[in-house]
């Protein structure tokens, strides 16, 4: 059984496909889950401050959305809003770090599942995450990925 189980959180289909992945799975007394969501900062810093405060709003309406859904399955979890630190930094990182901090032994995320030339651009933070993982990872998609080709 996990005991320490980080979910991967950006507001798309797929990780909330991982939220219910999660509830799925329960959790015993004892299990620590952790909702994430991180913001590429590089990308806000263009922007004007009143939009990345938007965003931001809307990332923590993602997290507190989530802790209530697995607070009433009565799963205790806590949230974290994290942020790339340079410009050089990936979201996958900033899910590596959070992992370690807590020991955590599943990571939990969606995918949207781009192939070709879509992945090649675009990167993939699943991906990413996978190489350098050091625990399991559960990866989720969509209803509507489920059985498309990539």
Do not use: W
Not at 86 to 111: E, F, H, K, N, Y
Not at 115 to 129: H, K, M, N, T
Not at 133 to 149: D, E, H
């Amino acid at each position: 059984m996990y005991r320490h189980i980080l979910v991967a959180l950006d507001g798309s289909e797929s990780s909330q496909r991982a939220l219910e992945e999660v509830l799925c799975l329960g959790a015993s007394p004892g299990t620590r889950v952790r909702l994430v969501h991180v913001l590429e900062a590089s990308a806000l810093a263009s922007y004007p401050v009143n939009y990345r405060s938007q965003v931001r709003d809307a990332a923590r309406r993602v997290l507190d959305a989530a802790q209530e859904r697995l607070r009433a399955a009565g799963i205790e979890c806590e949230s974290e809003l994290d942020e790339t630190r340079t410009p050089d930094d990936s979201i996958a990182d900033a899910l590596q770090r959070s992992a370690q901090r807590m020991d955590a032994d599943l990571v939990v995320m969606g995918t949207r599942g781009r192939g070709g030339l879509p992945r090649l651009v675009l990167g993939s933070v699943a991906e990413a995450f996978l190489r350098h993982s050091t625990c399991a990872v559960l990866l989720t998609r969509s209803a509507s990925q489920r059985g498309a080709s990539t």
